[in-house]
């Protein structure tokens, strides 16, 4: 009779679940003795293995006790399922756990006064509770499913959903056993009955982000709509895409208004921010760590703050970093010129990689047409967010020192965009990060032919502190609205970095020689006359006369008035 109730539990519960995971697997049937188990407070007397099943008996007020799967046998899941037969005998409280760390930090089902109460316990105490009408009737057999996952926490009884973790409940923490738990208050006595568990490693359903799915697919992307003859996120959002399905991917599910993380709504954040996109539509992957920084604080740290990295090398040694970050961390992301997509896990036997394409059909990195041309990896971390990171357009030159005048050879220059058509974002722009610098001064040397505030305006120079805080600097608001830009040969920002903290700064403007001005106006000069005299403005005569003049001068600076003297005459 008992096998039979177990298989009809197994089939009941197979077809409720989301997705059957069948890699590591704890169960126990109590035909045994409770030598998987281990006592994590009270005592072993409370526990008695009758008729193949288990019984929690204590016949004293304030008591409690718990107990869970050893380590060994409980294989390290992080995610899972759990079914078993559940029955009581009283109206005293009954409970049991999940996602038990120790004996101060899990969460507690306790059915009590005809009530289901759930609690979030950390440190000992109860950070959330609810409460739910269900009235537990005495000896009779409950069928109950429970769903830990880095998404949500629910639990069904009899195949009926009773109560599911929702936007307001705190992240999730990753990890953390079912358990068994007997306790009284003030009634002396409570017995409990618990059969047939079966804990199964919970693998989620693959989340795979298109950038044309139908819920975003015609959303403006970043100002796209200032850039582009099709703004949409169907275009751009390969990046886009592939950062939402990292961030959920650790347990990021909603942002910090409670809503969805998603595409869209992470869209809709970074263009709330000042940092958000950079290089006139390219998104900014520390502005992500940061936004990871900002949700594990409002998750009390349960969730990594995710520290960025950026990898190019020749394709074999991409391939080998990619293969070695996935070991150690969670999902990366790949790029190939002009495209962005996630890489989830290595196939050993099949020596490739198990990808999530935003655009592309593609679901392995061997169907990926192009070799991986850089990484962006993301490690998680509780410890130094710090960057310098610089967008400079591609007509100003930049270096990089210390206070001493050394170059900072640890910069990482970055060449990034996306293709889409004929249409491309970020080739005008280089990146340059500078990772975890240590408190000092840092000499910021801007260098070009013509300076513009146009120009000057596309400079984005942003300072992340150790925490993911970030502070921006904007070169063209740090001019003299009097400065002349013709005569700027230079901009030298000096910067004291501190990297818990603001950092202050201030801008140093180097002009032009006199000399260098002279040269520059007589280059000029003769640039105007030339087009002058193709266009008939300018006669044989005087343009000969005038280029004779100016290569004259070129050697003789001091008689420079001479040519002022010339173009007066002349009413040139």
């Not at 407070?41 to 009758?50: A, L």
């Not at 899972?80 to 899990?106: C, P, Q, T």
């Not at 057999?141 to 009899?158: G, N, Q, T």
């Not at 009097?482 to 403007?509: C, G, H, M, P, R």
Request: net charge negative.
């Amino acid at each position: 009779m008992k096998l039979c109730l177990f298989l009809i539990t197994l089939f009941y519960f197979s077809s409720v679940k989301p997705t059957q995971a069948l890699d590591r697997v704890f169960s126990d049937d109590f035909s045994g003795d409770l030598s998987r188990w281990e006592l994590v407070n009270g005592s072993w007397s409370y526990w008695q293995i009758q008729n193949q099943a288990l019984y929690a008996t204590l016949t004293q007020s304030r008591k409690l006790s718990t107990i869970m799967p050893k380590d060994e046998f409980w294989l390290g899941m992080k995610e899972y399922e759990v079914d078993f037969i559940f029955k009581v005998f009283d109206k005293s409280d009954k409970n049991f756990v999940l996602g038990m760390r120790d004996a101060n930090h899990f969460y507690d089902f306790h059915f009590y006064n005809n009530q289901l109460i759930v609690e979030d316990i950390r440190n000992g105490f109860s950070l959330v509770r609810t409460s739910i009408p269900f009235v537990l009737e005495i000896n009779r057999d409950y069928y109950i499913h429970l769903l830990y996952s880095r998404e949500k926490i629910e639990m069904l009884v009899d195949g009926e959903r009773l109560f599911a973790t929702d936007a307001t409940w705190p992240a999730i923490p990753d990890g953390g056993k079912f358990g068994l738990k007997i306790a009284t208050g003030s009634v002396a006595n409570s017995k409990a009955y618990f059969d047939q568990i079966v804990v199964k490693e919970f693998v989620p359903n693959r989340l795979h982000f298109k950038q044309n799915d139908q819920s975003w697919a015609s959303k403006v992307y970043d100002h796209a709509d200032l850039w582009s003859s099709d703004p949409s996120m169907s275009r751009w959002a390969c990046a886009l895409s592939s950062a939402a399905m990292l961030l959920r991917n650790y347990g990021f599910h909603f942002l910090e208004n409670g809503e969805l993380l998603n595409p869209d709504s992470l869209n809709q954040w970074l263009l709330a921010q000042a940092d958000g996109y950079v290089a006139d539509g390219l998104l900014n992957w520390l502005a992500v760590s940061r936004l990871s920084q900002i949700l594990s604080n409002q998750n009390e740290n349960l969730l990594p703050k995710l520290e960025f990295s950026y990898f190019k090398s020749q394709e074999a040694e991409n391939i080998t970093t990619l293969r070695q970050s996935l070991a150690d961390n969670s999902v990366q992301i790949a790029a190939v010129p002009g495209h962005f997509f996630l890489v989830e896990s290595f196939l050993e036997d099949e020596d490739d990689f198990l990808i999530r394409d935003p655009l592309y059909d593609y679901n392995l990195l061997s169907l990926v047409p192009e070799p991986i041309e850089s990484l962006r990896l993301f490690k998680p971390s509780f410890t130094d967010l710090s960057y310098l990171f610089l967008v400079v357009p591609n007509d100003l030159q930049f270096a990089l020192s210390d206070a001493l005048g050394q170059e900072i050879e640890e910069l990482w220059t970055v060449k990034e965009s996306i293709n889409a058509g004929a249409e491309v974002i970020g080739a005008d722009y280089s990146l340059f990060y500078y990772s975890k610098p240590e408190a000092s001064q840092f000499n910021l040397l801007f260098t070009s032919k013509i300076f513009s505030l146009s120009t000057l305006d596309r400079v984005q120079i942003f300072l992340y502190q150790e925490d993911g805080s970030m502070q921006m600097i904007s070169l063209s608001s740090l001019l003299s609205s009097e400065q002349d830009l013709d005569k700027v040969e230079q901009l030298l920002l000096k910067i004291d970095f501190v990297k818990t903290a603001d950092s202050n700064y201030s801008l140093e403007v180097i002009e032009k020689s006199f000399d260098v001005l002279q040269q520059t106006r007589l280059n000029e000069l003769a640039s105007q006359a030339s087009s002058d005299f193709q266009n008939g403005k300018l006669s044989f005569y005087l343009f000969y006369q005038l280029n004779l003049l100016i290569d004259s001068l070129r050697d003789n600076l001091d008689h420079f008035f001479l040519l002022e003297k010339f173009l007066e005459f002349h009413g040139l």
